[in-house]
């Protein structure tokens, strides 16, 4: 997710046990070819993390193979080519949802990256644009992506123009399913083992589940996966705070520490107040004043958190 899965969040996760893969946040040709794969908060790993998958955001007039050649002699295991993304940046490049979009140019991305990149490759979409024809064009892409030699396909089942809004649509993924031999991976809106118990007729089919926003709220969410967790919030954002500021350089670390809290705010009765009150801190030093006011008293805390709105 970006601006979420970077390095910080990434060993957070890693402290409570990790989970099966981690993707980074979409990652840009320049990040790639120019960063550090030891210092980049977006390229650098720490052992604990284990498996990574690097997101890329790109396009047929990018240096594919030389960002590919890149991550190879970095010891990537993982490539995942964002086809989902349907921000302006995105586009502008001609990738995420214009590549998905522009079937030529998939063809031109996906067949260069499979004739150099011999590990794991894997693509993130969504069900297309919101037309009376999208199925045709869904089936086309997935029967395409299994021709090519994608090793697996991680759906998150709503059109472009939906953004978030309404649920993803799990009841399509048995659909999905059956057009390929390609495992498919499951996602959206999902919360956790009783909530996948519960669609098992639609996620049967699946051969993984992906959860975003929920995992930033509650990173320890695949560590308990079958019990409760009993976790210290407080002890868990303060941590968080201090990976942050480790990986990040100051005004960088600010927006991701106040971008972190908006999620994990959901954890609270009164949330909001915590969001906003971080949000508007203008240094770090405030924010952890700010912060720790908050942490002290407290708070009430939600079994459910709400993610869906954020
Ligand atoms: C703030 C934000 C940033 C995101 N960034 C990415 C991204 O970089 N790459 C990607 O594949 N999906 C990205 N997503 C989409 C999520 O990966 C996921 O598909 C979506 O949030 C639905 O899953 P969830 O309900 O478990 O969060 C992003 C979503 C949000 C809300």
């Known amino acids: 997710m970006a601006g979420y899965t970077h390095s910080a969040f990434r060993r957070l996760l890693a402290g409570f046990g990790g989970c099966g893969a981690m993707w980074t946040e979409m990652l840009a040709t320049r ?49 995942d080519l964002n086809l989902a993304c349907d921000a302006l940046a995105a586009r502008a490049r001609s990738s995420g949802s214009a590549l998905f979009d522009n079937f030529d140019a998939l063809r031109t991305v996906i067949g260069r990256a499979r004739r150099c990149w011999p590990r794991m490759l894997t693509v993130k979409m969504r069900l297309g644009s919101r037309r009376p024809d999208w199925e045709l064009g869904f089936v086309e892409r997935l029967r395409f992506l299994e021709d090519a030699g994608v090793d697996a396909v991680t759906l998150h089942p709503r059109f472009f123009e939906d953004k978030f809004k309404r649920l993803a649509r799990l009841e399509l993924i048995p659909w999905a399913a059956s057009l390929t031999r390609l495992p498919l991976i499951a996602n959206g809106d999902l919360t956790g083992s009783a909530h996948i118990a519960s669609r098992a007729d639609d996620l049967r089919s699946a051969s993984a589940v992906m959860i975003g926003r929920l995992a930033v709220a509650q990173p320890w969410l695949f560590a ?45 009765a009164f949330g909001h107040q915590f969001r906003v009150v971080v949000g508007n801190a203008p240094t770090l030093e405030e924010v952890l004043r700010r912060a720790d006011e908050f942490l002290a008293h407290s708070p009430a805390t939600l079994a459910k958190p709400r993610v869906s709105g954020l």
């Open 31 to 79: 990040q790639i070819l120019n960063e550090s794969f030891t210092e980049s908060p977006w390229l650098r790993r720490r052992p604990a993390e284990g498996f990574t998958v690097f997101q890329l955001m790109t396009g047929p007039d990018d240096p594919l193979e030389r960002v590919l050649e890149r991550l190879g002699e970095q010891g990537a295991e993982a490539v």
């Open 224 to 268: 308990h996966w079958d019990a409760p967790a009993d976790v210290d919030l407080a002890v868990v954002w303060r941590k968080m705070f201090h990976f942050i500021t480790e990986d990040f350089a100051p005004p960088v670390a600010l927006r991701r520490v106040q971008m972190f809290t908006k999620y994990f705010s959901a954890n609270f």
